[in-house]
């Protein structure tokens, strides 16, 4: 029998985080490859329109200004991933409140280049 949430109780966490789904745990190395792929990616493009003259007609500036906030998203996810892997490593250490403040600036970071990913498709 599933017990019913009720609005005006207290939930705690582990009431709010039951699930019948299996919990599935990727390691976080798969997500540092997938950036550093994206990053590699987005700088052969923008050496592709640095290099070929016919390539640097106007509207290839937005071509690179997607590449570029393409490239700055996986830029940021590097630098969590790397936080995390140092995190689980043991080389830092919980700091109170650093950790959840880093990865809600980075995490916006990341927001902010989706959405100029967005804007450069857009236009």
Known sequence: MKHII??????????RNN??????????EIFFTISIVGVLENLIVLLAVFKNKNLQAPM???????????ML???????ENILIIL??????????????TADDIIDSLFVLS??????SLSV
């Open 6 to 15: 009720n609005s005006y109780e207290n939930i705690n966490n582990t009431a």
């Open 19 to 28: 699930s019948d789904c299996p919990r599935v745990v990727l390691p976080e």
């Open 60 to 70: 290839y500036f937005f071509i690179c200004s997607l590449a570029i906030s393409d």
């Open 73 to 79: 998203g996986s830029l940021y996810k590097i630098l």
């Open 87 to 100: 995190r689980n490593m043991g080389y830092l250490k919980p700091r109170g409140s650093f950790e959840t």
């Open 114 to 119: 989706l959405l100029g990913s967005i804007f």
